[in-house]
């Protein structure tokens, strides 16, 4: 035996006494890993949401508990519970789209500048902003965890929930709104023949006098129709500036329908009874009126050429 050899046949001897094992070739796992696998591939595919759904629920509760109250003590805004439920509904019909998982980065964005709005109003004590910011996280999720396209379908439904926040701009607008009601109503009633005065929020008619106070303003009336307005151009087809200018078109029939209804007021006093005017006549008013703005708003849509679609 040569020299060669035997070190040849050593070497091969402490290769297979000593050497690492040689892997599968044949490109399958190694068994023990399989059942590892398996688990890790068996978690739900809903429960990153639901866990994600669990931990904003606990971090907005203040906000949500703010937005309820608002809800419950503010006119202007009691349409508000009806929101939310808008929203699901249309989430609800949409469903079967959250199963589309293309996770986007972008919405790590909108989850900082989210969070930037909910801590300056936490800090200041700005509730709206951290109502805000519970609508920009949102979308922000739904792009991260879905991708852009699904975040495009849902934007109306998460975007829709900005009619549910009261803004701090309210007061200014609701005093802007009071005193173009009086002085056009005002306007409307001397153009009918009435010897109308107009002082403040006073009306004066004859030996009567009205005071239009804040509720009487239509802000409500105005929240609430451009909220109807802009759920119903989103269900309707046709080009994106007659949708627009629809929607622009819900703001001066709200303001106009208030105007008609002070009007009336007075005149139902004025020939039937101002008991009657003052009280009963009062407080339904508002619901034939604003169902006439909707009317209103439907009319022009036919005339504009917009029909319905199927969008949810």
């Excluded at 978690?43 to 606990?58: C, Q, Y």
């Excluded at 439920?85 to 909108?110: H, Y």
């Excluded at 829709?160 to 005193?179: G, K, Y």
């Excluded at 802000?219 to 994106?240: C, D, Q």
Aim: with cysteine; charged share 10%.
């Amino acid at each position: 035996m040569t020299p060669w050899g035997f070190l040849s046949k050593r070497d091969t001897s402490h290769s297979e006494s000593y050497g690492p094992a040689t892997p599968a070739t044949d490109g399958s796992p190694p068994h023990a890993d399989g059942p590892e696998l398996k688990r890790k591939r068996s978690v739900p595919p809903w429960l990153a949401p639901l866990l994600v759904s669990a931990i904003l629920a606990l971090l907005y509760v203040p906000t949500f508990v703010w937005l309820v109250q608002s809800w419950l003590h503010n006119t202007s805004y009691s349409h508000g519970f009806l929101i939310p439920f808008v929203s699901g509904l249309i989430v609800w019909m949409k469903r079967k789209e959250l199963k589309q998982t293309q996770p986007n980065d972008a919405g790590v964005i909108g989850l900082a500048l989210g969070g930037v709005l909910y801590i300056v109003g936490f800090v200041w004590d700005m509730r709206y902003l951290s109502a805000v910011s519970f609508v920009v996280v949102l979308f922000s999720l739904v792009l991260s965890l879905y991708g852009a396209k699904v975040a495009k379908s849902m934007a109306f439904a998460i975007g829709f929930l900005v009619f549910m926040i009261p803004m701090p701009f309210i007061d200014d607008i609701t005093f802007n709104l009071q005193s173009i009601s009086i002085h056009s109503s005002g306007w409307l009633l001397k153009a009918m023949g009435m010897p109308i005065t107009t002082a403040g929020s006073l009306i004066s008619l004859d030996d009567t006098t009205f005071s239009i106070g804040l509720p009487c303003s239509g802000l409500n009336t105005l929240i609430a129709l451009v909220a109807f307005a802009a759920l119903y151009v989103y269900l309707l087809a046709g080009p994106s500036s007659k949708r627009v200018f629809l929607f622009l078109c819900s703001i001066p029939i709200a303001i106009l329908a208030n105007i008609l209804r002070i009007a009336s007021i007075v005149l139902v006093a004025h020939y039937y009874d101002m008991d009657f005017a003052a009280g009963f006549y009062h407080d339904i008013s508002n619901l034939p009126v604003f169902l006439l703005a909707i009317l209103v708003i439907a009319l022009i849509g036919k005339i504009l050429g917009l029909r319905f679609m199927a969008r949810i």
